[in-house]
């Protein structure tokens, strides 16, 4: 924005019919350091990333998307099979992130951070996906924005700059809330477990099924019997 490149963002995303090279060239400033066509552009780039994680709305619908549709799959760290081995089970694990019981989160937790398993989410469709192609949540972005593939002259760079705000800034971000989410809420769903055994055992009769009777001596008020 320093260098004078919004108004170069704000007008291929508005008019994906123009040029960007082309309009990129009346940018060129050597005295802002922006020396050629690839800088323009790629601060114009950043600018539309930025744009997109600030916005709530879009976020928001992204994170909520992901909480009720991804994936948490869990792979060993090459090399750590044996070290790893109590955590085997899930080597090769996914599940509904949403579903994923607390027991077995905290479990994946722990192998995470013992270095045995990596964690990430996904969305179903996005595993038959070929890598060039966008995912559903690329696209959702790109709805969200207004970007069509239409092949007029700026989509092609308008595509690649939802790409990197998905998978440099956004992807990165929300995995990171949706799998705190998930920890506070298994270990509150644990505590809350725990807790309802131990009120089990403390009002547990403490000689078991047997008739107790309780005596409290007393030389002026007698003996009283429980």
Do not use: M
């Not at 969305?123 to 690329?138: K, M, S, T, W, Y």
């Amino acid at each position: 924005r320093e260098r004078g490149l919004e108004p170069l963002a704000r007008l291929l995303l508005a008019e994906p019919q123009r040029d960007p090279e082309r309009e990129a060239q009346r940018f060129i400033d050597h005295g802002r350091g922006v020396d050629d066509v690839a800088t323009a552009l790629d601060g114009a780039q950043q600018i539309l990333v930025e744009g997109f994680t600030e916005d709530a709305a879009l976020v928001g619908r992204l994170r909520e998307g992901l909480w009720n549709d991804a994936l948490l799959a869990s792979t060993v760290v090459r090399g750590k099979e044996t070290e790893g081995i109590k955590f085997s089970d899930y080597f090769a694990h996914a599940e509904p992130l949403r579903r994923t019981p607390s027991h077995r989160a905290l479990a994946l937790f722990r192998g995470e951070a013992s270095g045995f398993l990596r964690l990430r989410l996904s969305l179903p469709e996005d595993d038959h996906l070929q890598r060039n192609e966008p995912g559903a949540c690329e696209r959702a972005i790109a709805r969200h924005a207004g970007i069509r593939d239409r092949q007029r002259p700026a989509d092609a760079w308008l595509h690649e700059t939802v790409r990197v705000a998905w998978r440099t800034r956004l992807a990165p971000a929300i995995e990171k809330d949706l799998l705190r989410r998930l920890r506070e809420r298994a270990e509150e769903e644990a505590i809350r477990v725990f807790a309802g055994n131990l009120r089990d055992l403390l009002l547990a009769a403490p000689a078991g099924a047997r008739a107790t009777l309780g005596l409290d001596p007393g030389l002026r008020t007698g003996v009283k019997v429980a």
